[in-house]
């Protein structure tokens, strides 16, 4: 189980403090980062702006139908037989542009691609932000449990410097045992101040995801429990499969080819169905007259300006091929990288595990000697400082595997619960 022990390990340094507030669970925490991230927000402005292209692109598949309408008077001589006349015209008309249906559908498959790769943008700021939080949590946790073992180890040589300094007034040490303890007491004040700035970091960072005020205090508390870890090759699978990057290569990729058949086709004729009745009170024509036509436009000359166009186009689709190939190369070093660190933590988690249980039996015995009067107070220092070091190595590769996991979920395209 990935996270199974972290409760052991935090209990086991005392480091549940709350904060007098509700807890934060890790949902909680990236359903909030996801809800009020900038990143996540912009993203989503950007889907719901090319959807509304989309559409408009759809749109422009159908028939344009334009009508229109005029009114005017108009004063004229006539030679035979002389006279003057003023004569009102009226004219109304419809004009249906009719599309080309292959154009319309390149420009509706262009749209729909660059809504695709809108939408893996997307998702690619939805799994960073729900990694970074996820990530950050851990490392909340990671540093109050490092604040707790520095607390405890600085308390625990204070207890230390009394009991010598109670000895040697007893006459069974010698003065020389105060020094060591003393410098040792030094250093365990250091490391606390240490972990506190650790601690102060780490929450200056989730509260910038959350964007909460940098130094509100959070409380946190772990999951249940944690699934086993995924297999290599499902893993690999599904981030080729579910990749941001990839999913967005592929989009652009067909963009492209959209764009090519576009910029061959940007001279195309333009047909168009027209029809008019025109209404006159003048004498010299007729009073009212019908018309029908289809219009055809056809360009004849452009400078080259075409030439280039398609020229472009061809270059842009080499360049979205070669990027989906360089991005499918990407996400398999990533996750293989991410597999092996996966791997690697499990590994120091069960080696550190075994070295805190080894180092606590000894630091027992250490105590008990000392306590019956048959070691230094350099050997219960010297246990002390590795069972310390023992308990800050396994929280430590326990949050390590913890986020391994994260980052795997990530690559396969698993937010965060």
Do not use: C
Not at 96 to 122: D, G
Not at 131 to 146: H, I, M, N, P, Q
Not at 387 to 407: E, M, P
């Amino acid at each position: 189980m990935i996270i199974r022990s972290i409760s052991f390990v935090l209990a086991l340094l005392g480091a549940a403090a709350a904060y007098g507030q509700q807890p934060l669970t890790l949902s909680d925490v990236t359903r909030e980062a996801l809800a009020r991230n900038p990143s996540v927000l912009l993203a989503k402005q950007r889907v719901t702006e090319v959807e509304g292209r989309v559409k408009e692109m759809r749109g422009q598949g159908s028939p344009g139908i334009v009508a229109g309408a005029s009114a005017g008077q108009s004063h004229g001589n006539l030679s035979d037989p002389p006279s003057a006349n003023t004569f009102n015209t009226e004219q109304a008309s419809l004009t249906v542009n009719l599309p080309n249906s292959r154009k319309a559908q390149a420009a509706v498959v262009q749209a729909e691609s660059q809504l695709a790769a809108a939408r893996a943008q997307l998702t690619r700021a939805t799994l960073d932000i729900s990694f970074r939080s996820t990530s950050a949590f851990y490392e909340v946790l990671r540093a109050k449990g490092g604040v707790a073992i520095a607390t405890a180890n600085r308390d625990q040589i204070q207890r230390q410097v009394a009991d010598t300094q109670a000895r040697i007034d007893a006459g069974d040490v010698p003065p020389a045992d105060l020094l060591k303890v003393q410098v040792s007491a030094a250093q365990s004040s250091a490391a606390f101040q240490k972990a506190q700035s650790a601690y102060h970091s780490s929450l200056q960072t989730l509260n910038s995801l959350l964007v909460h005020p940098l130094n509100e205090e959070v409380a946190l508390v772990l999951p249940d429990g944690g699934a086993a870890g995924p297999k290599h090759d499902d893993v690999l699978s599904a981030a080729l499969s579910a990749s941001p990057d990839v999913l967005e290569a592929t989009a652009n990729l067909k963009a492209a080819e959209a764009g090519l058949s576009l910029s061959k086709r940007a001279n195309d004729p333009a047909l168009s169905l027209q029809g008019s009745y025109t209404k006159t009170t003048d004498p010299t024509t007729y009073s009212g007259t019908s018309s029908v036509m289809l219009a055809l436009s056809l360009p004849i000359f452009d400078g080259g300006i075409l030439g280039h166009q398609i020229a472009q186009a061809k270059s842009q689709l080499e360049q979205a091929r070669s990027n989906l190939s360089l991005a499918k190369q990407s996400v398999q070093l990533q996750t293989e990288q991410a597999y092996l660190d996966f791997v690697s933590d499990q590994t120091n988690l069960a080696a550190s595990s075994e070295t805190l249980r080894i180092a606590q039996i000894s630091f027992d015995k250490a105590r008990q000697s000392y306590d019956a009067g048959l070691t230094t107070t350099r050997d219960v220092l010297d246990a002390q400082l590795a069972l310390a070091q023992a308990k800050s190595d396994t929280a430590n590769a326990q949050f390590d595997l913890a986020i391994a996991h994260a980052r795997l979920q990530q690559l396969m395209g698993i937010a965060a619960p």
